[in-house]
């Protein structure tokens, strides 16, 4: 008998094993729930991903997975459109970098420790809702008292519920082995505002490797290739060795998405659930996930709370990312100067970061609310 069959009917499914979807599994189980976790790849697998954990997500992992951590960073130094660098140190690192290979298969182990049954290469075809919610896999149908999809930007789950998208970007990332310890590198992250609105690129360094990547919106895949060719040249790394070179989409989702359709809620980036101006996706994708296997596993009157607790809690979070967006794209160069050479917002930054406040907490502020109606009617420069 396959493992997915092992129970007629699970009381939850969750499809997909990344920080939300183990989350998810991991906390029904503790629940008291029969679970099956499913994931199309075979695990351990590579994910395109930064690797940056703020502080909002180390407060939503088991012990077990932190052990997965490679590189604690105080420093951040900024640049604009490849100018000259302004750098910020902090005593206490502000900022905890993972490869997600190891951190997502962590936190897998986890929900499998917590009592979850965990299936690797189940690609899900369908979804529908009969007496239960069948899902129509490569492995056979299952069936579940309510699922939680965790299946990422493309999957069934979020196309099932109808999440809609208020934006999307592409990725384009480098893995690069470099002596990064002798250039000083292995505590300190960059970042560089580029010159196509809204683009930002990126280096954080991992035990063996220097991550490299850019992101801007999705549309003009060859301008966002020669910002990853100019970054990477601007590090210097013109001739290091290249691991992987991968890209991803990212999307956050529209004010009025749903998130949940009869016995199915999404999560994570299934729900479009990020901060549209960093692009930081993990703290949302281990929230929204230890809240969606709370309610999936308390049966299904609970699952409109769900609703209602990722649109009290998180859709402020997505509605601030989109605002500050919408001011970098008009005026990064004055992000730059109030992020990069000011002590306020240097300070505000590494708040972030630690996890101690957020950004629509601080656009709460009277003084940033004027601010950003200010800035907000300023020509474009």
């Known amino acids: 008998m396959s493992a997915i069959t092992d129970q007629n009917v699970w009381d939850v499914v969750v499809v997909g094993a990344g920080p939300a979807g183990s989350s998810a599994a991991r906390v029904a189980a503790e629940r008291g729930s029969t679970v099956l976790l499913v994931d199309r790849a075979r695990f351990p697998r590579y994910k395109t991903c930064g690797g940056g954990l703020i502080g909002i997500s180390i407060d939503h992992v088991p012990a077990s997975v932190l052990d997965t951590v490679e590189r604690r960073v105080g420093t951040v130094r900024f640049t604009l459109r490849g100018g000259s660098s302004t750098s910020h140190t902090e005593d206490r690192a502000f900022l905890s970098m993972v490869q997600r290979e190891r951190f997502d298969d962590a936190l897998a182990a986890a929900a499998v420790a917590a009592g979850a049954t965990f299936v690797d290469g189940v690609l899900v075809k369908s979804v529908r809702e009969e007496e239960f919610v069948v899902l129509a896999t490569n492995q056979g149908e299952i069936r579940a008292r309510a699922v939680v999809g965790a299946d990422g930007t493309n999957g069934q789950c979020g196309r099932y519920v109808g999440v ?4 999307v970007d592409l990725a384009l990332e480098l893995e690069i082995t470099t002596p990064a310890v002798r250039r000083g590198w ?50 210097g790394l013109e001739d290091a060795e290249v691991q992987r070179s991968t890209g991803h989409l990212t999307q956050w989702r529209r004010d009025d998405s749903p998130l949940r359709r009869g016995r199915v809620i999404v999560a994570g980036d299934a729900a479009g659930l990020l901060d549209p101006w960093t692009r ?42 989109a605002r500050l967006l919408r001011v970098f794209e008009r005026h990064p160069r004055l992000v730059h100067l109030v992020i990069a050479r000011s002590a306020i917002g240097s300070r505000l ?17 009277r003084f940033a609310r004027v601010a950003l109606l200010v800035v907000s009617t300023r020509p474009t420069r």
């Not at 969606?292 to 859709?315: K, P, S, T």
């Not at 930054?349 to 502020?365: M, P, S, Y």
């Open 186 to 235: 292995n505590e300190e992250v960059f970042f560089d505002w580029g010159e196509d609105a809204g683009s930002y690129a990126w280096m954080f360094p991992k035990d063996d490797i220097l991550t490299v990547g850019v992101i801007q919106a999705k549309g003009s895949p060859d301008a966002t290739r020669r910002y990853l060719d100019r970054w990477v040249g601007q590090l």
């Open 280 to 321: 930081e996706g993990i703290s949302f994708a281990l929230r929204s996930g230890t809240w969606a296997g709370e309610a999936a596993a308390d049966g299904e009157h609970a699952l409109e709370g769900y609703v209602g607790r990722v649109v009290a809690e998180l859709g402020p979070e997505v509605r601030a990312g």
């Open 349 to 365: 930054f590494v708040a972030v970061c630690r996890g101690q406040k957020t950004l629509a907490g601080i656009i709460r502020n």
């Open 164 to 167: 809609a998208t208020g934006g």
